[in-house]
């Protein structure tokens, strides 16, 4: 087990107002994490800091053992950190594919050749140009961008939705779009996964699946998964190794499920309504 | 961004020297360069062309006596014109290959893992940065491509116009026109942007014919004339204009069109107060002809065509937002045999 997210002493504020303030937790590898707290305690902004989208205001974040401070989103996504979006913000124009194909690894290749062969050797069959029976040019088909493509609607199977692969985005529904989201995220072979609300809106036992495919992918893959998430069932119940409560910036308390259960702030300063109804 | 920095690059280029070696050196802008494959078209490959020879120029040779053996003869024989077949044919067929070998370039690139994440940034730079892509550094390889592009197309014209100045290029001639192409035709999609740029094309030639004949019995002059008429009578009879405000104002407020007596009050209001500011003086001074007469010449043709070309992307942005031919999304299919890949 190694540390793969470190975060200490992160504030965060906006003009006058401290969203994010004194925030500590770690990541181990392989590990499944859940972040809960009441809404606008902080826990997206916590995403935003770690991502590199918004600046932080102190404190120190490492991941995988180095400082993020001035990396742009792209390098830190190299370093393997796949986050979503709270409002899924899926490329609207572009297919539901299309949107799974732009997240995987070198899609160029290392060389330079390589690189002006991605942009005309892409096909996935083989092409033969020809006229009148007989073949001019024969384009062999592109290994990587096959499984490329497989690996996209493997994951579209897995998510249930391999029939939108052909829409737009945005001829999908609000659950559909969250779905394709997380497949989205997927692709890009992450290290460690930060979801924001990635099942918020999905049916119930769709949502228990992702759930299950999630602990599933950590158990093979090792990947490490953040996760926030409003519904206390599947947060306490469905796998989940450890679970952080955050409250007005802070970070209340860490435990795994039951422990969290059993805290009486918790349940004060969270759970009060949504425990009721389990 | 581009459009400044093409700016800037002009005004800096306007000052170099090595650019002023027209046909008077202190003027700005290139001219009397050669013109690709001109010998071979007028004189076949035969004939030596030079000093040496009985033909010093390809001048010399289109204007000979007797037909050369050259591929601007067997163009004017295939299509009966009698006089050999101008250079511009030949510029015409280098233009159509460049447009098919640029059209299936950039065909293949759209589909391709680039393309797509062109696409991307298109749609949302902060999600695509966030999927590890360096936005700047890809909106500049594609700046670079769509410069290469528009660089070839410079070239074929330098050669169609046989000479050029930076003065050539003016937005409302250029960069207006190629973006009201592309509104028009549809962004995105190639085949859109062809047709959208023939349409734009066509309307350009046809009033640059317009304008020069200018003549009372062409289509539209009559238009010409009277929009001409309304402008001037706007700018020169303030006080008039304010009163035919003042009635649309009364007729407003009597059928309680709100529109109406919102647009009239504004109307009164303005030329109102820019009458008083002329002091009822006619604005036009300075096109008075010795009558007092306010003359503009050739009915205004040019401003027709500005006038078209701007109602037609308006219409169309209103009517039809995404062009004549909208983009067509990419739609790989699965892959079969995906186990042993
Ligand atoms: N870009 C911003 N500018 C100003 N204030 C912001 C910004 N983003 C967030 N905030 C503020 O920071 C605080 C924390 O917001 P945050 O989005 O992190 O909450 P959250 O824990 O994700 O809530 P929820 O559960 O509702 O998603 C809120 O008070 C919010 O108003
Ligand atoms: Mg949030």
Redesign the interface.
Known sequence: MTTILKVKDLRKEFGGLVAVDSVSFEIQSGEFVGLIGPNGCGKSTTFNCI???LEKTSGEIEIFGQDITDK???KI??MGL??T?QHT???????V???L???P?N??GNTFFDKIK???R?N??KLEIGLFGTNIITIPEN?S???R??KA??ILDQLEVPHM??N?TSELSGGQSKLVDIG?SMM?DPKLLLLDEPVAGVAGPLALKIFNNLRNLVNETGVSVLIIEHNMDFILRQGVDRIIVMNEGGVLMEGTPDEVRGNREVIEAYLGSTGEEE | MTISLGEILRLLLSAEPLLRTGPTASAIGLGSYPLPLKDWWFCGSQVEVGPGSSFTSANECRSSEIPLDSPSIWISDILNMGDPAPYSVLLALICITSVIIVWLLLNRVLTSPWGRILKSIREDEDVAQHHGHDVLRNKAASLALGAAIAGLAGILWAWKLTGIGPSFMSPSSTTFLVWAAFIIGGAANNRGMVIGAMIIILMESVFNVLVVASSPDLPLYDTANQVDKVFIWLVSEQWEVTKFCLALLTIGLVFRLGKLVEFAFWGTIVFAFTAWMMNGERALQSATNYAGEITISGAGMAYVKLLLIGSLMLFSLKYNPKGLLPEVPHRPTRPNGGEDA
């Open positions: 991502s590199g989208l742009t989103p792209d996504q190299k796949t986050r979006f913000r899926l490329w609207r124009r572009m297919t594919i299309e949107n194909l732009v997240p690894r899609q160029f991605s942009l005309f892409h996935i069959k290994k961008e096959k499984n493509l497989i609607f493997d692969a052909h737009l989205r890009g």
